[in-house]
């Protein structure tokens, strides 16, 4: 059994910073592809970043490119967000996600675990 828990989120003014923290049981990040993805009220889910277990390579989205930074903390089984110069736009609740695959993928479908999501609130 694979279980996500992200923290981490909260309200926070334009320009500034949050990181998120997604902890898994029954699964280590290391060797699977995780990503981060959101969902805007009234919009629909979208892919965030994700990071390969294997390679540590990343992929931003366009929007979060430069602000945000997603990577591995081997030491707690952990997969971090960090997100810096934070806009309005990033209000959403955020989702980790796990593959069963060793390489990551922009597509939901792609993703076997899910957590429940934690929210992020963006003031302007």
Request: charged share 15%.
């Amino acid at each position: 059994q694979v279980h996500l828990v992200e923290s981490g989120g909260g309200l926070v003014q334009a320009g500034g910073s949050l990181r998120l923290s997604c902890t898994a049981s029954g699964r280590t990040f290391s060797r699977y592809g995780t990503a981060w993805f959101r969902q805007a009220p009234g919009k629909e889910r979208e892919f965030v970043a994700s990071i390969s277990g294997s390679s540590g390579s990343t992929y931003y989205a366009d929007s979060v490119k430069g602000r945000f930074t997603i990577s591995i903390d081997n030491a707690e089984n952990a997969v971090n967000l960090q997100m810096n110069s934070l806009k309005s736009e990033d209000t959403a609740v955020y989702y980790c996600a796990i593959r069963s695959k060793m390489g990551p993928s922009i597509s939901i479908p792609a993703y076997d675990y899910w957590g429940q999501g934690t929210r992020v609130t963006v003031s302007s």
